[in-house]
C-alpha cells in the first residue's frame, strides 16, 4: 500500500510539474466544449431541447473522460527510448503496476486541474438528475474503462521495442477510436453496421458506452457494459503479458 501511494505521489507531481501546460491545456479544453455547444446547436436545432441537452452532457463527458484517461504509451515509449526501461525490469514490482498507480496519480491532478470545469459544466447542461441507485454503478463503469484504456495503451506502449518512434501508431490508435469509440461522436448516432461492429471492439468500452450509461435509470442496463469491459480487461491483460514477453528478448543493455 505504500509502494502504491509513493507512485500516486509521483504521478501527481509529474502532472504540476508544468502548470503552464496545464493551463493551455484547459484554455484549449474549454475552447473544445465551446465549438462542440455551438456545432451541436446548430446541428439539432430542429430537434426537442431534452435531444440537445442529452447530447451536449454526453460529449462533456466524453471530453472529460479523454482528458483524465491516462496516456501510457508515450511514458512506456520514453522509458525504452531511454533505456531506463531496464532499472525498471530489474525492480520487485511489475512494470504493469508501476505504470499504472503512476498513471493513476497522473490522472488524478489532472482531475483536478481540468476535470473540474468539465464537472461543473456537466451539472449546469443535464437536464434530468443522475439517479443515485446507479450512480456507483457508473463509477464502477468509469473505472473499468479507465482499466480498459490503461491496458490498449501499455500495449501500443510495448511496441517501442520494435519502432523508434510510436506516433505512428498512436495516429493510427486516434484514428480508430475517431470511429469506433464514440469519444467524439455520439454512438446513437452511428450508421448501424458501424454500431454492429463498435459492438465487438474494446474502443467503446472505454468511452461510448460509458457515456450512454449516464442516460440509463434502471441498473440493469449497466451490467451488459460492466460485463463487457471486465470480459476484454482480462484479456487485453493477457495479451499485454504475451507481448511483454516476447518484446522483453530484444532488451539489449551495454556496459563495460
Given at each position: 500500500m505504500?509502494l502504491?501511494?509513493?507512485m500516486?505521489?509521483?504521478?501527481?507531481?509529474?502532472?504540476?510539474?508544468?502548470?503552464?501546460?496545464?493551463?493551455?491545456?484547459?484554455?484549449?479544453?474549454?475552447?473544445?466544449?465551446?465549438?462542440?455547444?455551438?456545432?451541436?446547436?446548430?446541428?439539432?436545432?430542429?430537434?426537442p431541447?431534452?435531444?440537445?441537452?442529452?447530447t451536449?452532457?454526453y460529449?462533456?463527458?466524453m471530453?472529460?473522460?479523454?482528458?483524465?484517461?491516462?496516456k501510457?504509451?508515450?511514458?512506456?515509449?520514453?522509458?525504452?527510448?531511454?533505456?531506463?526501461?531496464?532499472?525498471?525490469?530489474?525492480?520487485?514490482?511489475?512494470?504493469?503496476?508501476h505504470?499504472?498507480?503512476?498513471?493513476v496519480g497522473?490522472?488524478?491532478?489532472?482531475?483536478?486541474?481540468?476535470?473540474?470545469?468539465?464537472?461543473?459544466?456537466?451539472v449546469?447542461?443535464?437536464?434530468?438528475?443522475?439517479a443515485?441507485?446507479?450512480?456507483?454503478l457508473?463509477?464502477?463503469?468509469?473505472?473499468?474503462g479507465?482499466?480498459l484504456?490503461f491496458?490498449?495503451?501499455?500495449?501500443?506502449?510495448l511496441f517501442?521495442f520494435?519502432?523508434?518512434?510510436?506516433?505512428?501508431?498512436?495516429?493510427?490508435?486516434?484514428a480508430?477510436?475517431?470511429?469506433?469509440?464514440?469519444?467524439?461522436?455520439?454512438?446513437?448516432?452511428y450508421?448501424?453496421?458501424?454500431?454492429?461492429?463498435a459492438?465487438f471492439?474494446?474502443?467503446?468500452y472505454a468511452?461510448?458506452?460509458?457515456?450512454?450509461?449516464?442516460?440509463?435509470?434502471?441498473?440493469?442496463?449497466?451490467?451488459?457494459?460492466?460485463?463487457?469491459?471486465?470480459?476484454?480487461?482480462?484479456?487485453?491483460?493477457?495479451?499485454?503479458?504475451?507481448?511483454?514477453?516476447?518484446?522483453?528478448?530484444r532488451v539489449?543493455?551495454?556496459g563495460g
Amino acid at each position: 500500500m505504500t509502494l502504491r501511494l509513493m507512485m500516486i505521489r509521483i504521478g501527481l507531481k509529474r502532472s504540476v510539474a508544468n502548470r503552464y501546460a496545464f493551463g493551455f491545456y484547459l484554455f484549449g479544453n474549454l475552447i473544445s466544449i465551446a465549438v462542440m455547444f455551438f456545432l451541436w446547436q446548430s446541428v439539432l436545432r430542429h430537434r426537442p431541447s431534452a435531444v440537445f441537452a442529452e447530447t451536449i452532457t454526453y460529449l462533456i463527458f466524453m471530453q472529460l473522460l479523454t482528458a483524465v484517461f491516462p496516456k501510457t504509451s508515450f511514458a512506456i515509449h520514453d522509458d525504452i527510448r531511454t533505456g531506463n526501461i531496464a532499472r525498471l525490469l530489474l525492480r520487485p514490482v511489475p512494470l504493469l503496476t508501476h505504470y499504472f498507480w503512476e498513471s493513476v496519480g497522473y490522472s488524478f491532478g489532472k482531475l483536478i486541474f481540468i476535470g473540474i470545469p468539465d464537472v461543473i459544466l456537466l451539472v449546469v447542461v443535464r437536464q434530468s438528475a443522475l439517479a443515485w441507485q446507479t450512480l456507483p454503478l457508473l463509477v464502477m463503469a468509469v473505472m473499468l474503462g479507465y482499466v480498459l484504456y490503461f491496458e490498449l495503451e501499455a500495449i501500443i506502449g510495448l511496441f517501442s521495442f520494435y519502432t523508434y518512434s510510436i506516433w505512428g501508431i498512436n495516429t493510427f490508435k486516434a484514428a480508430v477510436l475517431l470511429a469506433v469509440s464514440g469519444n467524439v461522436f455520439p454512438v446513437n448516432f452511428y450508421p448501424a453496421a458501424v454500431k454492429t461492429i463498435a459492438q465487438f471492439l474494446p474502443f467503446q468500452y472505454a468511452f461510448g458506452a460509458i457515456g450512454k450509461l449516464l442516460s440509463q435509470q434502471q441498473a440493469a442496463d449497466f451490467w451488459p457494459t460492466l460485463f463487457m469491459q471486465s470480459l476484454y480487461i482480462a484479456t487485453l491483460f493477457g495479451v499485454y503479458h504475451l507481448q511483454l514477453k516476447i518484446a522483453i528478448q530484444r532488451v539489449v543493455v551495454q556496459g563495460g
